[in-house]
Every structure is written in C-alpha cells, then in structure tokens.
T-cell receptor
Framework: AQSVSQHNHHVILSEAASLELGCNYSYGGTVNLFWYVQYPGQHLQLLLKYFSGDPLVKGIKGFEAEFIKSKFSFNLRKPSVQWSDTAEYFCAVNIDTGRRALTFGSGTRLQVQP | DAGVIQSPRHEVTEMGQEVTLRCKPI?????LFWYRQTMMRGLELLIY????????DSGMPEDRFSAKMPNASFSTLKIQPSEPRDSAVYFC???????????FGPGTRLTVL
C-alpha cells in the first residue's frame, strides 16, 4: 500500500521567509499528487495538484510544488510567506489505478510570526 | 455551487448513543468519501462510494460504523454504539467523474463523552 511521509511536523517562520515543506511517497507506479491546506477551524482546501506534464505546478496563493519522480518527492514551496499562511498543510497521493481515495501524510503545522 | 455540505457541524453525545453524520456532495459528483481526522492518526479514509455503491470500506474501524448512500445527493455515516475513542472530526469529500480532485466539506466535530 502506498504511504506518504511529511517529515516536518511543525515549522515556525517569520513573515517574508521562504518555505519548503517536504513530502515523500512510496509507490513505484503512476501517482496523482496533491497539497491541501487547512486553516484554523476550517476544512481542507486544495492548494495544487499534479497529474502529469510539467513537474513544476503552481497553485493558489503563490504556492508551487515540484514533482521529482526519481526522489518520490513532491515538495511544497513559497518564496515569501505571510502571516495568513499559518495553517496545516497536507500532502496526499492516489495511485493511478482507479482507486480514487487519497492517502494523506500526517500534516505539517506552519506557524508564521509577524 | 454550495460545495459539500455536512451536518451537524458539532455533535456532543454520551457513550453508547447512536450518532448519525450527514453529507450532501457537490451536485454532479459521482464519488463520495468519508474521512476521519484525529491527532493521533491524522486523516484516514473510512469508506468511499462510486455511483452510490461502496467501493472500499477497508478503513471502517469496526462493525459499530456503517455508511450508506441511498442516492446521489445524500450519504450518512452512523456509529452505534458510540465510544469516546470515536471523538474526531469527520470529513466528507466528493469528486466528479474522470477527476481525482476531491472537494471537502467543513467537517463534523464529534465528541463522545
């Protein structure tokens, strides 16, 4: 079964700092990759997704992620974070075999200090 | 579009009581998912339906949990009897045919005393 690892459990940054959150998955076949964000007290919202094509995908709110197949990674980046980016970020994967459910990582709590 | 709708948003009940959580997927979406979020286990899939048919219920914890989808616009997740360890946020999500992007509802925060 596939699994998703997010190694950073809690990240604290100052405003304007650059962000990179790691995500690794374990599955050798074709995968679809997602980053979701959960703001305090709210539901999960899709930040970006990768299905195929250009491995560098851009999402909402200035976020981007790069799919590196050789490293089984899909790291999330933002060049300059804002206080409003304080949230929990989840990486998710589903394998491209018709099983449509997502497997989520454990999440990374990002705290941006003003 | 109203998005995925879940009710109730908060539920507090006593151990042993029956709990029913409800979900209305986005109109036109044919897949519906139930997830549970806890501090200990994170986000985990409980069950998902495709065209109202349960496809994968391997995440359902035990027989106390059951889910139904009587039609394309409504699903329920029932816990009977409830236990304190069932306390969690339960999310419903839906996706459209031919896509794997899931849209989540606001969740139901369940507390079992």
């Amino acid at each position: 079964a596939q699994s998703v690892s997010q190694h950073n459990h809690h990240v604290i940054l100052s405003e304007a700092a650059s962000l990179e959150l790691g995500c690794n998955y374990s599955y050798g076949g074709t995968v679809n990759l997602f980053w979701y964000v959960q703001y305090p007290g709210q539901h999960l919202q899709l930040l970006l997704k990768y299905f195929s094509g250009d491995p560098l995908v851009k999402g909402i709110k200035g976020f981007e992620a790069e799919f590196i197949k050789s490293k089984f990674s899909f790291n999330l980046r933002k060049p300059s974070v804002q206080w409003s980016d304080t949230a929990e970020y989840f990486c998710a994967v589903n394998i491209d075999t018709g099983r449509r459910a997502l497997t989520f990582g454990s999440g990374t709590r990002l705290q941006v200090q003003p | 579009d109203a998005g995925v709708i879940q009710s109730p948003r908060h539920e507090v009940t006593e151990m042993g009581q029956e709990v029913t959580l409800r979900c209305k997927p986005i109109s036109g979406h044919n897949s519906l998912f139930w997830y549970r979020q806890t501090m200990m286990r994170g986000l985990e899939l409980l069950i998902y339906f495709n065209n109202n048919v349960p496809i994968d219920d391997s995440g359902m914890p035990e027989d106390r949990f059951s889910a139904k989808m009587p039609n394309a616009s409504f699903s329920t997740l029932k816990i009977q009897p409830s236990e304190p360890r069932d306390s969690a946020v339960y999310f419903c999500a839906s996706s459209a045919t031919g896509t794997d992007t899931q849209y989540f509802g606001p969740g139901t925060r369940l507390t079992v005393l």
